[in-house]
């Protein structure tokens, strides 16, 4: 069967301290640091005996994970397997690149985003476009928070035109229309992100086609509905699997209502769901008609 696992270990620790940010507030110590490795490595042993299924991974950890080794290895071995049709990491893009040089370039994608104020605009640039020198699959977006529009225009003329700038709209935040219409000028897919989708009772290929995996194997739909379906490692998971209707009021995280049937994102992101990477780039400014 074709799977999309998004997992999320128990590693919570950060680089960075972005304030908007509600992760990374703890220090790992070298006991949860060595518990997030065995639980990821448990993961990537689970994932290459899969070979009867079609998988596809997008690692979402609450801290950066390309600073750990272990990351970089589970990244790169799993892009060599056969059945992994896509893996793919949220990173801030801190860490080394050079470690992509063994990893399979058809399979593994990054996907980016940019804190300005947490590290230099040059030196993220520098890795954006060793990136695309690289050849990797990526998006970089940006927060959209006020002040950082400034850093995100800078950021879109400066990208390769063919590498997709994604706004996630920010947590709390209102947006007039006069703002709205700023940030749809550099991601003209900004109105799916600007407000919370609807969602009770619609139908989402969460708990069919793609489940949420922590560091101890549960399996969940998604991140955000704590109901388990089952474990990992014992298989119990795969007979819960089902068309099932959304549980929540609301949904308004990209990782989350891409999910949705009733939106048209597969077809958006065809070939790029996990990394966030449209079918057909939109050019900035470019107005599309949403559904």
């Known amino acids: 069967m074709d799977l999309t696992l998004l997992y999320r270990g128990p590693l919570a620790s950060c680089d960075y301290d972005c304030p908007y940010c ?29 070979t009867g299924d079609r998988l596809s991974i997008l690692f979402t950890p609450w801290g950066e994970g390309l600073v750990r080794s272990w990351y970089r290895d589970a990244l790169t071995g799993l892009s060599l397997m056969p059945h992994v049709r896509r893996v793919a990491i949220q990173t801030n893009l801190s860490g080394r690149t050079g470690w992509l040089a063994g990893a399979d370039l058809d399979t593994l994608a990054l996907w980016c985003t940019y804190h300005p104020g947490q590290t230099p605009y040059d030196r993220f640039l520098a890795k954006c476009r060793d990136l695309a020198a690289r050849g ?4 970089v977006g940006v927060v959209g928070r006020p002040e950082h529009l400034d850093a995100a225009r800078r950021l ?10 994604w706004i996630n709209a920010a947590e709390g935040h209102t947006y007039t229309d006069e703002e709205a219409g700023r940030w749809t000028d550099l991601d003209p897919l900004f109105p799916y992100s600007r407000h919370p989708h609807a969602s009770a009772g619609l139908p989402c290929r969460t708990g069919e086609s793609v489940v949420s995996v922590d560091g101890e194997g549960t399996v969940r739909r998604c991140h955000f509905v704590p109901a388990p379906l089952g474990n990992l490692y014992d298989g119990g998971f795969r007979a819960a699997l089902r068309p099932r209707p959304c549980p929540l009021a609301a949904c308004d995280c990209h ?27 939109p050019a900035p400014g470019e107005r599309l008609t949403l559904v």
Do not use: C, M
Not at 136 to 139: A, E, I, M, P
Not at 156 to 165: E, K, N, S
């Open 22 to 50: 509600p992760f990374a507030k703890r220090r790992d110590t070298g006991e949860q640091l060595r518990a997030d490795r065995a639980a990821l490595e448990r993961f990537t042993h689970w994932a290459g005996q899969q």
């Open 156 to 165: 879109r003329a400066d990208l390769p035109d063919h590498v997709y700038l």
């Open 255 to 281: 990782i989350g209502y891409v999910h949705l049937n009733t939106l048209p994102l597969y077809d958006v992101f065809a070939g790029g769901v996990l990394e966030r990477i449209p079918a057909t780039v």
């Open 136 to 139: 990797v699959r990526f998006s």
